[in-house]
């Protein structure tokens, strides 16, 4: 598996705990009994239970971005890929901004609606923005 296939699985992995709202630990475990994911596992569980631990403070970094919309009318697909992205962002310091946000909008293109890479990707777009002007944490 690589990054790319893992951060797949990761938004999967996300979306389902969003929908379901079962154990995280349930939902890590039954992807492990379901998956090899190599070399990728650290990466896919650090980051999983990392959003999850920090998801209030993502999603209140989400809404500041979030022009004339409310975060409950963000599809729960997208919502994933950009909790994701705004941990890797903000919470991972090996992980490119480029990177992450290259790699959210061919998820959103493979996942979500026609419009939704160019949302996402301009929200990314505008916390790197924040982040490179100084407000190292998006505020």
């Known amino acids: ?20 709202k079962l154990e995280p630990q349930k939902i890590f475990d039954k992807f492990l009994e379901d998956n090899d994911p190599e070399d990728e596992k650290d990466y896919i569980e650090n980051t999983f239970f990392g959003v999850i631990k920090n998801v209030d403070n993502i999603d209140e970094k989400i809404k500041k971005y979030l022009k004339n919309w409310d975060i409950n009318r963000i599809a729960k697909i ?11 962002i903000l919470y991972s310091t090996d992980i490119p901004s480029s990177v992450s ?15 939704s890479p160019a949302f996402i990707n301009g929200i990314l777009g505008n916390l790197v923005r924040d982040i490179i002007s100084g407000d190292a944490n998006g505020d």
Do not use: H, P
Not at 1 to 20: G, P
Not at 79 to 84: D, G, T
Not at 101 to 113: C, D, G, Q, W
């Open 1 to 20: 598996m690589n990054r790319t296939q893992a951060r797949e699985w990761l938004v999967k992995l996300l979306y389902q705990y969003d929908i379901s």
């Open 78 to 88: 997208d919502l994933a890929i950009m909790r994701c992205s705004f941990y890797e």
């Open 101 to 115: 946000i290259n790699e959210a909008v061919e998820i959103a293109k493979k996942y979500s609606t026609e419009k």
